[in-house]
């Protein structure tokens, strides 16, 4: 399978809370992004990889497709966009001691579920990258040392979707990996 990348991970020290290796010091792969391409970056990169379609009318195209994806989402709607996966909305709510006192005040927040599938699945972006150390940054849940300006990643040990944060070793989910 031909590679599309290379996917970069620094090592980082976690104690997890739960699960087999609970109150356990072990040692992670994370992933680093090293860089973020902005909403014009992604369309000047469409239309300089032969695309037919000029930036103008991708960058028309894509900001009427999430606009209409976002509508239909807050519609309490799920979009399936191809292989690239299924777009939902999920909520968090505060625990209430009877099923009467569940109203809408209880709703803390809400988020964007997106559920990989097909082509790319977890098994599927694996094959598809190379996979290499990042030199800059060994980190700890309490702190770490950068050599780098790195943004941090997520701890992902499977699962089938993104809730906004990574699965993090010992099984809960949290955003972002704990370092600022």
């Not at 000029?54 to 239909?72: C, K, N, P, W, Y």
């Not at 209880?106 to 098994?123: A, M, P």
């Not at 094959?127 to 980190?139: D, L, M, S, V």
């Amino acid at each position: 399978m031909e590679q599309k990348g290379t996917l970069k991970y620094r090592k980082l020290q976690r104690t997890p809370q739960s699960g087999e290796n609970a109150g356990k010091k072990k040692w992670y792969a994370t992933t680093v992004t090293d860089r973020e391409v902005d909403f014009e970056g992604f369309v000047s990169h469409i239309s300089d990889h032969g695309s037919p379609y000029s930036r103008g009318t991708i960058h028309g195209v894509l900001m009427d497709a999430l606009d209409h994806l976002q509508e239909l989402i807050l519609d309490g709607k799920s979009v399936r966009l191809s292989d690239l996966g299924l777009f939902s909305i999920g909520m968090t709510s505060k625990a209430e001691d009877t099923k009467e006192k569940v109203t809408a005040a209880s709703v803390e927040g809400v988020h964007l579920i997106v559920r990989n599938t097909k082509s790319w699945s977890n098994s599927e972006l694996r094959k598809k990258c190379k996979i290499q150390e990042y030199g800059g940054y060994t980190g700890t849940d309490e702190g770490g040392t950068s050599g780098g300006t790195e943004q941090g990643g997520n701890t992902s040990q499977g699962g089938s979707g993104t809730t906004g944060g990574g699965t993090q070793p010992g099984g809960s989910q949290e955003g972002g990996d704990g370092l600022e």
